[in-house]
Structures are given as structure tokens and as C-alpha cells.
């Protein structure tokens, strides 16, 4: 079955979206992981600090990031703006709780594709990495 059939996105499932996912809070990755891949995504996969995630983004090559805003030591904006002086053309999206007029600013301001607040949900957020995608 593609993702087209399911009414979602014209690539099979065998050519999934490749998303890698930033959260310090270990039940919230794995949600997002799990929620992500039962929607046809490839989670490629995931870190608890940003970190971890540097070091592994070349080998995991995602298409789109997810990074939380609120973490210890390295927040959401600080690994984005490590990840963009890595890889410019990465998508990078902030999904977090904790959404301002200010963390939107800065945030576009590093690059980051778009920020998403987690009250709004998977749905949301799915709909913003497929948008970045195609």
C-alpha cells in the first residue's frame, strides 16, 4: 500500500520520509517515533540531547529533523543552529510546548523551516514534514 492510497503523499511506503527526532524526554521520543512510523514515516532515528543527534546525522542522512525546544545544556534553537552549519539544506522543524512570537523569530532566523507546538498535535506536525518534503 503507498502513502498516495492512504490519501497522504504520491512516494511508496518503501520510500518513506526519513525523520530523525530530538527529545530529552524519553516517552515523548518514543511516542513521536511510534506515532511517526505507524503513519508511514522511517524514523531513522532518535537522540535525547542535540548533542547525539549532531554526531548522527550524517549516518542517518533524515530528510526532515524534529527537535524539541526546551532541553538540557544544548536547547531545540542551539542544535538547530549546529545542524544548519552542518547541513544548510536540512529541514528542520521545532516542535515544542513552549511556543512565542520570539522563539518563531529566532528560529526563522537560524533556518528552521517552521516551528510547531506540540498542543497542536501529530497530525500537525506530520502535515508540516510532508509539506517540507515534497
Not at 518503501?14 to 527529545?23: E, G, L, Q, S, W
Not at 527537535?67 to 544548510?88: E, F, H, N
Request: proline share 4%; aromatic share 4%; with cysteine.
Amino acid at each position: 500500500m503507498t502513502l498516495a492510497s492512504r490519501g497522504l503523499d504520491s512516494r511508496p511506503v518503501n520510500d518513506a520520509i526519513r525523520v530523525y527526532v530530538i527529545d530529552d524526554t524519553d516517552h515523548v521520543r518514543r511516542m513521536l517515533t511510534t506515532m511517526l512510523s505507524v503513519d508511514g514515516f522511517e524514523v531513522v532515528g532518535g537522540a535525547s540531547d542535540g548533542t547525539t543527534a549532531l554526531a548522527e546525522m550524517a549516518t542517518h542522512d533524515p530528510h526532515v529533523v524534529v527537535v524539541d525546544y526546551k532541553m538540557p545544556s544544548l536547547d531545540g534553537l542551539a542544535t538547530a543552529r549546529k545542524i544548519k552549519a552542518q547541513r544548510p539544506e536540512q529541514h528542520v522543524i521545532i516542535y515544542s510546548a513552549f511556543l512565542e512570537p520570539e522563539l518563531e523569530e529566532q528560529a526563522a532566523d537560524i533556518g528552521v523551516a517552521v516551528c510547531v507546538g506540540k498542543i497542536e498535535g501529530i497530525s500537525s506536525l506530520e502535515h508540516e514534514i510532508r509539506r517540507l518534503v515534497r
